[in-house]
Structures are given as structure tokens and as C-alpha cells.
Antibody, heavy 125, light 109 residues
């Protein structure tokens, strides 16, 4: 069974750093697109970052140049290094696998099929 | 402000049917496939519909999805109190990001 377990969420001051982990079981972490989606308190879902099986990484504009997604194959784990944290980064962060199908002519079928339970990041002074 | 537009809330009685709309544009829903996610209170989102209208294993056929032009619709029949949740649509956008709707809270009266 494919399973994702996030950890590392905490209370941190603005400007601080935090590293989230997503422990993967049931498949090799580098075999799938791995993504982070966050949800601010009382708000909707926001895509944050994706790590491609080949190693390429992409970020939402809101976190670009501050957050870094990476993987450790020996631990079969995804990491999310969050730097220069802001109050608006406060959210539950979910790790999820992303199905990505490119169907030609720019048409894509992309969705998140397996989700972790999430870890809470609070940025406050 | 979400890229995809959903009604903030819908409600219906047990046993009834409800539809939740998701409106986008030619840069997202108009050319890509749509997924729907269910988030029960206090839990993580769960994939409910993918490929516009397919259900993952274990999702009852009371849930259905459709897409027409730049809009998508989630349908739920035979409403149960256990269906009370937030529902989100999501798709790919030409801005090279996954985008979601703002979510719709379903209340089963």
C-alpha cells in the first residue's frame, strides 16, 4: 500500500527556517512526481511545489527562491526546506503523489492521487 | 482569489441529489482534465474523481463528474450525512501550475 507520512511542522518565528519531511512507503520516492500542497487556516488548497522523477523541481511564485524540495533515496523520503518564513506561510502542508499525463497538443491530465495526513506550520512572533 | 470558481456552499436533504460547479477558462479547464477532491472535516483531501469523470477504486458510483467547455460539475446522488465535506476541483493551468477552486462546503440537512 502506498503511504505518505509528513512530519516536521512546528511554530516558528517570521524569518525563520523549517524542514518538513514526507516519508514514503510502497514505492520508490524517485518513481513518481511528488508534490506539496498547503492549506491556510479556513482556506482552500494551494499547490506549492513539485519534484519530478528526473529531479527537476518547480515552485509556486509565492514560495520561489525561499523553499527547496528534494529527495533522499536512502531514506525514501521527500524533504521541503522552508527558509525566510512569513506569516502567510502558516498552513497545513500536505505531501501528495501527482499523476501527470501529457496527452499531446499541450493537453495535460494532472491530479494528486495519494495524500498524507499533513503537518502544521505556524509562523508567528 | 482562486483561479477556478466554485460556489462557497451547497445543501440538500438526505437522499437527494446535489451538483457542484467549477468554472474556469480556456487556459485551464477548457483544455485539460479535471479532478475533484473530498475533504472530510479535520482530514486530508482525498481524490474523488479524476480524468473528468472516473472514480478511483472504492469511491461509490453515487459520485460522478462531467466537463463541458470551461466548466466542470461534480454530482452526488443519494446524499448521506457522511458526505458532508468540502469539495475542491483542480486542474492544470497554462501558467504551468496546478490550480484549485476555492472549495464548496456541502451540508446535508
Amino acid at each position: 500500500e502506498e503511504q505518505l507520512v509528513e512530519s516536521g511542522g512546528a511554530l516558528v518565528q517570521p524569518g525563520g527556517s523549517l524542514r518538513l519531511s514526507c516519508a514514503v512507503s510502497g514505492f520508490p520516492v524517485t518513481s513518481k512526481f511528488m508534490t506539496w500542497v498547503r492549506q491556510a487556516p479556513g482556506k482552500g488548497l494551494e499547490w506549492v511545489s513539485v519534484l519530478y522523477p528526473g529531479g527537476a523541481a518547480y515552485y509556486a511564485d509565492s514560495v520561489k527562491d525561499r523553499f527547496i524540495i528534494s529527495s533522499d533515496t536512502s531514506k525514501n523520503t521527500i524533504f521541503f526546506q522552508m527558509n525566510s518564513l512569513r506569516v502567510e506561510d502558516t498552513a497545513v502542508y500536505y505531501c501528495a503523489t501527482r499523476v501527470t499525463q501529457e496527452l499531446g497538443d499541450g493537453v495535460r491530465n494532472i491530479y494528486m492521487d495519494v495524500w498524507g495526513k499533513g503537518t502544521t506550520v505556524t509562523v508567528s512572533s | 482569489q482562486s483561479v477556478l470558481t466554485q460556489p462557497p456552499s451547497v445543501s440538500a436533504a438526505p437522499g437527494q441529489k446535489v451538483s457542484i460547479s467549477c468554472s474556469g477558462s480556456s487556459s485551464n479547464i477548457g483544455r485539460n482534465y479535471v479532478a475533484w477532491y473530498q475533504q472530510l472535516p479535520g482530514t486530508a483531501p482525498k481524490l474523488l474523481i479524476y480524468d473528468n469523470n472516473k472514480r478511483p477504486s472504492g469511491i461509490p458510483d453515487r459520485f460522478s463528474g462531467s466537463k463541458s467547455g470551461t466548466s466542470a460539475t461534480l454530482g452526488i446522488t443519494g446524499l448521506q450525512t457522511g458526505d458532508e465535506a468540502d469539495y475542491y476541483c483542480g486542474t492544470w493551468d497554462s501558467s504551468l501550475t496546478v490550480v484549485f477552486g476555492g472549495g464548496t462546503k456541502l451540508t446535508v440537512l
